[in-house]
Structure formats: structure tokens, C-alpha cells
């Protein structure tokens, strides 16, 4: 079965310092790995997605992840933190084959960036 | 494209009470989920379909939950008794054939009085 640790509930960092959210997964074969975001009371925004290929992923906002596959690990960073991104956080994967359509999400990171 | 729409946006209803969520997938999208967030259980997924047809629903907590998804561009979640405890955010994602990204929803609240 496949899982995702996220192992921090709440990150606290000052604005335009570098930010990290933590994410390591379990899952059989080769993963397919997302980030998304939660605004409060909003549904979930994709923010970036690695298949294949390089193992730094940009995305949206100026996000990035890395993918370790020795770690088992897709951290979000991100290089200079802004108010507005404080947010709720979750990191999910799905094997790339087989494994049906179900992405499995972890318990979500709150991101919370001060002045 | 409008994204997911989903209906109503809020619902508060009383304890035995029907309630039917709708959602309204992004136009082209072959594959349409169901989520429920909780606090205490964070995101959790009851079911999901391909091409209409319901694929895993090992999620849906228990019988008083039912959905279906008569076409393409449709689907509701009905809850039938309605419990205080199915109170919840209850989310709608589509994901297209092309790519595997899955896009949410606004989501529902509910509170079951």
C-alpha cells in the first residue's frame, strides 16, 4: 500500500528566508508525486507534479521539489518566503503504473510565514 | 475553463435530514473523486469513478452514503440519514485523460445539526 509522511504539522518561518516542507512516501515501483495547496476555506490548488525526468520540479508561485528517490522524498522549498503563502500544505503520491487512480495525500503541512 | 463546480457551497442541515451534494466536473475529464476533510481524519477519499462508472468506493463510510454520476458533466453525493458526526468539508476533483493532476473543487461545508 502506498502512504505519505509528512512529519512536521506547522513550519514557521520569517518572510524572505528560504522555506522547506517535508514529505517521504512508500509506494510500489516508480511514484508519481504532487504537491498542493489549501487556502483557508478554498478547495485544493495544484501546485506542481514530478513524473519522470529531472529531479528538481518548478511549479507555481515559485515553488519547487525535489525528488530523492534513495530518500524516498519530494520536499517543497521554496527560496524566499512571502506572507502570502502561508497556507496548508499536502504532499500525495500514486504509483506511476498500475495502482488504479488513487492518489494517497498526506496529513498536510501549515505553512506559516511571519514578517 | 470554469474548474470544478461544485453545489452548495455551505449546507446546514438537521440531524436525519437528506442531504445531496453536487459537482460539476471540468468539461473533458474522464475521472471524478469524492473527498471528505475533517480535523480529525484530514483528507480522506469515499469513491471515484471512470467514465461514469463507480471504480473503488471502499472509502464511503457506511450505507447512508450513496453517489452516482449519470453522465458525463455530473455527479452527487447523498447522505441519507444525515448524522451530526458526517459533518465535514466534502470535495469534488476531475482529472482528465491527459496527465494524472487532479483539480478540486471549492467544496462543500456541512454541518449536521
Known amino acids: 500500500a502506498q502512504s505519505v509522511a509528512q512529519p512536521e504539522d506547522q513550519v514557521n518561518v520569517a518572510e524572505g528566508n528560504p522555506l522547506t516542507v517535508k514529505c517521504t512516501y512508500s509506494?510500489?515501483?516508480?511514484?508519481?508525486l504532487f504537491w498542493y495547496v489549501q487556502y483557508p476555506n478554498r478547495g485544493l490548488q495544484f501546485l506542481l507534479k514530478y513524473i519522470t525526468g529531472d529531479n528538481l520540479v518548478k511549479g507555481s508561485y515559485g515553488f519547487e521539489a525535489e525528488f530523492n528517490k534513495s530518500q524516498t522524498s519530494f520536499h517543497l522549498k521554496k527560496p524566499s518566503a512571502l506572507v502570502s503563502d502561508s497556507a496548508l500544505y499536502f504532499c500525495?503520491?500514486?504509483?506511476?503504473?498500475?495502482?488504479?487512480?488513487?492518489?494517497?495525500f498526506g496529513t498536510g503541512t501549515q505553512l506559516k510565514v511571519e514578517l | 475553463d470554469a474548474g470544478v463546480i461544485q453545489s452548495p457551497r455551505h449546507e446546514v442541515t438537521e440531524m436525519g435530514q437528506e442531504v445531496t451534494l453536487r459537482c460539476k466536473p471540468i468539461s473533458g475529464h474522464n475521472s471524478l473523486f469524492w473527498y471528505r476533510q475533517t480535523m480529525m481524519r484530514g483528507l480522506e477519499l469515499l469513491i471515484y469513478?471512470?467514465?461514469?462508472?463507480?471504480?473503488?468506493d471502499s472509502g464511503m463510510p457506511e450505507d447512508r452514503f450513496s453517489a452516482k454520476m449519470p453522465n458525463a458533466s455530473f455527479s452527487t453525493l447523498k447522505i441519507q440519514p444525515s448524522e451530526p458526526r458526517d459533518s465535514a468539508v466534502y470535495f469534488c476533483a476531475s482529472r482528465g485523460t491527459v496527465g494524472d493532476t487532479q483539480y478540486f473543487g471549492p467544496g462543500t461545508r456541512l454541518t449536521v445539526l
Open positions: 469513478f471512470n467514465n461514469n462508472v463507480p471504480i473503488d
Open positions: 509506494v510500489s515501483g516508480n511514484p508519481y
Open positions: 500525495a503520491v500514486r504509483p506511476l503504473t498500475g495502482g488504479g487512480n488513487k492518489l494517497t
